[in-house]
């Protein structure tokens, strides 16, 4: 990624920030045909290492994947127990105070390349936070589409 695509990431950061706040930020690309998950961005580096990789899987609920690779919708679990059953890696998150999530999936040409995680503590966010997420996604989609590298 170059430094250009870095730092246009962290205007994504700064307006997810603004609208909604959050203790981890992070932005995942879809790899291998959905069956990977590489971290392009990442507000936690040492616990979130940007190019770290998750198995669809293994890693992750099927209800996650159902609602944003293959629906296309977001996910909202605003319980640290959503936190807990939909990732394999939920200490580490937990860890960092987070047990509430959204998630904005990041579309090309009608596939899901990317998405938004957005994380705060349980209760942070209410259903209208997933809107304002979802509107900061569509508003830089053109940025996360070319830090994919897709």
């Not at 616990?47 to 909202?76: I, N, T």
């Not at 995680?117 to 209208?128: F, I, R």
Request: hydrophobic residues 40%; negative net charge; contains cysteine.
């Amino acid at each position: 990624m170059s430094d250009i695509e870095r730092l246009n990431l962290q205007v994504v950061e700064q307006a997810v920030k603004e609208e909604v706040g959050f203790k981890l930020f992070t932005i995942l690309a879809f790899r291998d045909q959905g069956r990977e998950m590489e971290r392009i961005y990442s507000s936690h580096p040492r616990e979130y290492p940007v190019g770290g990789r998750k198995d669809v899987s293994r890693d992750v609920a099927a209800d996650w994947l159902d609602a944003c690779l293959v629906s296309q919708r977001p996910f909202f679990g605003p319980t640290q127990a959503d936190v807990e059953r939909i990732f394999k890696d939920a200490d580490t998150i937990t860890s960092l105070g987070c047990g509430s999530i959204i998630n904005a999936p990041i579309l090309r040409g009608g596939t899901t390349v990317a998405a938004l995680n957005v994380l705060d503590a349980e209760g942070a966010y209410v259903e209208q936070d997933v809107d304002k997420v979802m509107e900061i996604a569509r508003l830089y989609s053109t940025i996360i589409l070319e830090a994919t590298g897709e």
